[in-house]
């Protein structure tokens, strides 16, 4: 049968390069993020291998959140596949000096929008028994270095809300995991660096993933057997050993 997915930040970098990799293995769509004119050029690419639907929100607005899903049309009301992926950093800054802004966008839509994103699609889930989540995390969600102070804070939250998950959602048999990327180089830089030139400067000298290489492993995630769940993946490009040991030739 064929199974529908729901990406958020489906408009750019890893959830953008996983709708790609999940039509071209048939399985139907449902696309989000705010870009509404991006959301309908990569429906408008993608539906000669799938259905697509898309959906324009704000995750970080609960209301608009439960709109969205509510309004899906019969055949895309049916989701099998939530892939949590919208968010990004805001800044780098000591803590003494953070931005208020930055804090607040990083947790509200890293980590309320994650959950009020789940809460709209959760139930059906429950009531079916069956279903996969994939929540985006981080490696800063598994370490954290120096200024990465907020944005590692709302990575942890995310490894510690699909602990969570996976630990109420385990009598219904839904599966739960998290996908964890070092350096991928997309479109996160700019936004953390608000399009100041260092953004243009993060992946420079070694070979960062690319945001397909973390589709693939996503698309590697949901396709295992049913009884197989992988709950928890880090992954760094080669030239990476942890948030602070890039080996660089410059
Ligand atoms: P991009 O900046 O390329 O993509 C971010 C996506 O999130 C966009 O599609 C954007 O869509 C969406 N988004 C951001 N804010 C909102 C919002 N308020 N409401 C709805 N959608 C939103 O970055 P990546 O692809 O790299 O990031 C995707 C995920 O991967 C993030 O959770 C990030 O933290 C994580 N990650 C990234 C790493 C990296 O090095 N790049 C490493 C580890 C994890 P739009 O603006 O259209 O709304
Ligand atoms: C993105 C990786 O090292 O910029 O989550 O925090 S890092």
Redesign the pocket.
Known sequence: MIKTALI??????????TAYEFAKNGIRLIL????QE??QAIKKELETLTEVYTL?????DNAGVKNAIHSLPDNFKHIDILI??????HGLDPIQTGSIEDWD?MM???VK?LLYVSRAIIPQMTERKSGHIIN?????GKEVYPKGNV?CG??HA?LAITEGMRIDLNPYGIKVGAV????????????RFKGDKIADTVYDGFK??Q?ED?ADIIYFVISRPYHVNIADLLVFPTAQANSTTVKKEL
Request: aromatic share 6%; with cysteine; net charge positive.
């Open positions: 958020t930040g489906a408009t750019s970098g890893i959830g953008k390069a989000c993020g705010r870009r991006r959301l324009s929100f704000d995750v970080r949590n992926n919208a968010g990004n950093a966008a509200d839509i890293n929008g985006i995390g981080s490696s800063a944005y709302s990575k995310v964890n990327p070092g350096l991928v180089e997309t479109e996160f830089s700019k936004v960062a993933l945001a973390i």
